[in-house]
């Protein structure tokens, strides 16, 4: 049965090829982004996958009026499995996509999918058959291999053994608040806790890496308010930007002396707080500022609450206040803390099993810095990973797609639809 799906998928390249060129054609760029939204891509699909023989689908349309149509719809297809009654596996690719960027640096229409073949990558090694354009790689792989698995099954008649769902998520690349996180809100029912969900949209070139887990991750801005003086009279101010410096400087060293330990899942594998963004203070040298405001960016090891943190950092904060006799204001843009997936996980297992089975490859699990979707469905309970074997080209100029990824990737797929 194997060698048949994979010889399906082997003889599907002119099939994928249409699909990726159907996709490209329909930019599905977020109204955050100065686009239309996903309505002209998910109607395409949706017909698309109709005549190909896989009917069972279900739209969720999150209403957003900046949107073409006024809304932002996602698309559910379903492959019903010997036994529905257990673990379903789900494999979630976004169809929106980001923006070309810069049109100079693209050697070709960033809507129009060019074949190319030869040529090496920038480490000298060489490049195989692919396809170039704007979402071919982000996220169109990972979505035209679940689609390629999904009818392998079908057209050679095979029952997969656990149900298929295979789901076309709209605003990845935005937050999601119109994608998966609305989804789940609003159809609480469509995942049950033990489903599985895999996330074929970030990887490396050898498909080693199993992302289970994220760091808990936020972002705050801190205003100081003092008291504006001449630069000769800082006895009659209150320096916002002398006391904004001191209070980066206690909680980076504070916070990462606090929440010090280290967690070989994840690279750097401690807890980081940095001190980003400044914003701008007076024009002059010769006054003391007011008002200061800086940001920081906080990537916070799971085992830490988010709420711990927040609680050092209000501590700090005060003595910074006492001690500069200025007040401290501030908002966290994102906030947002993340359950891993056990590594020991049977999604996790299988995954492993089927990319050593088709790439020859010994995978780990990892964790990466976090603010990916999979935080949506691990917060639920759901175990969910996010593999696949790319070059990582996304949001680039000149983006690809490796066709043999494509195909590799389809059957990784068909294996945990089989198992
Ligand atoms: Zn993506």
């Known amino acids: 049965m194997k060698g048949k799906i994979f010889s399906f998928i082997d003889n599907s390249v002119p099939l994928l090829i249409e699909l990726e060129t159907e996709l490209c054609k329909r930019p599905a760029i977020s109204p955050d982004a100065g686009g239309e939204g996903e309505l002209d891509k998910c109607v395409f699909l949706e017909g698309w996958l109709k005549a190909q023989g896989i009917t069972?689908?279900?739209?969720?349309?999150?209403?957003?009026?900046?949107?073409?149509?006024?809304?932002?719809?996602?698309?559910?297809?379903?492959?019903?499995?010997?036994?529905?009654?257990?673990?379903?596996?789900?494999?979630?690719?976004?169809?929106?996509?980001?923006?070309?960027?810069?049109?100079?640096?693209?050697?070709?229409?960033?809507?129009?999918?060019?074949?190319?073949?030869?040529?090496?990558?920038?480490?000298?090694s060489p490049l195989g058959p692919r396809l170039i354009g704007r979402g071919a790689e982000d996220n169109q792989q990972g979505l035209t291999s679940s689609v390629l698995a999904a009818l392998s099954l079908i057209k050679l008649g095979i029952t997969p053994s656990r149900t298929v769902k295979l789901l076309f998520a709209a605003d990845e690349e935005n937050g999601s608040a119109y994608g998966i996180a609305w989804i789940i809100k609003n159809k609480p029912e469509l995942f049950r806790k033990d489903d599985m969900v895999l996330i074929p949209d970030g990887g490396d070139r050898e498909g080693a890496g199993i992302e289970i887990a994220e760091k808990n991750l936020v972002w705050a801005r801190f205003v100081t308010h003092g008291l504006q003086a001449h630069g000769s009279r800082p006895d009659q101010g209150a320096n916002a930007h002398l006391a904004g410096a001191d209070l980066a400087v206690r909680l980076h060293y504070g916070l990462s002396e606090k929440f010090a330990d280290h967690d070989p899942l994840f690279e750097p594998d401690y807890s980081t707080f940095q001190p980003t963004k400044k914003e701008a203070n007076v024009p002059n040298i010769n006054t003391i500022p007011g008002e200061d405001?800086?940001?920081?960016?906080?990537?916070?090891?799971?085992?830490?609450?988010?709420?711990?943190?927040?609680?050092?950092?209000?501590?700090?904060?005060?003595?910074?206040?006492?001690?500069?006799?200025?007040?401290?204001?501030?908002?966290?843009?994102?906030?947002?803390?993340?359950?891993?997936?056990?590594?020991?996980?049977?999604?996790?297992?299988?995954?492993?099993?089927?990319?050593?089975?088709?790439?020859?490859?010994?995978?780990?699990?990892?964790?990466?810095?976090?603010?990916?979707?999979?935080?949506?469905?691990?917060?639920?309970?759901?175990?969910?990973?996010?593999?696949?074997?790319?070059?990582?080209?996304?949001?680039?100029?000149?983006?690809?797609?490796?066709?043999?990824?494509?195909?590799?990737?389809?059957?990784?797929?068909?294996?945990?639809?089989?198992?």
């Open 56 to 124: 069972q689908l279900e739209r969720f349309d999150a209403p957003d009026e900046r949107a073409k149509g006024g809304v932002r719809p996602s698309l559910a297809a379903t492959i019903p499995g010997k036994n529905d009654a257990g673990p379903r596996l789900w494999i979630m690719s976004h169809i929106d996509v980001v923006p070309p960027g810069e049109a100079s640096l693209w050697k070709s229409d960033p809507w129009t999918v060019v074949q190319a073949d030869g040529g090496t990558r920038p480490d000298g």
């Open 293 to 419: 405001v800086f940001c920081m960016d906080m990537r916070i090891l799971p085992r830490y609450p988010v709420k711990a943190v927040l609680t050092e950092i209000d501590r700090i904060k005060t003595e910074v206040e006492a001690k500069h006799k200025v007040t401290i204001t501030y908002t966290t843009p994102q906030c947002m803390e993340s359950k891993p997936t056990s590594a020991d996980a049977p999604l996790v297992k299988l995954l492993s099993q089927s990319a050593a089975e088709v790439y020859g490859v010994k995978t780990k699990p990892i964790g990466i810095g976090g603010g990916t979707v999979g935080a949506y469905l691990r917060n639920e309970g759901i175990d969910s990973a996010v593999w696949c074997r790319i070059d990582d080209t996304a949001h680039q100029p000149n983006e690809y797609a490796i066709i043999g990824n494509i195909l590799g990737d389809a059957k990784v797929m068909a294996l945990l639809m089989i198992d």
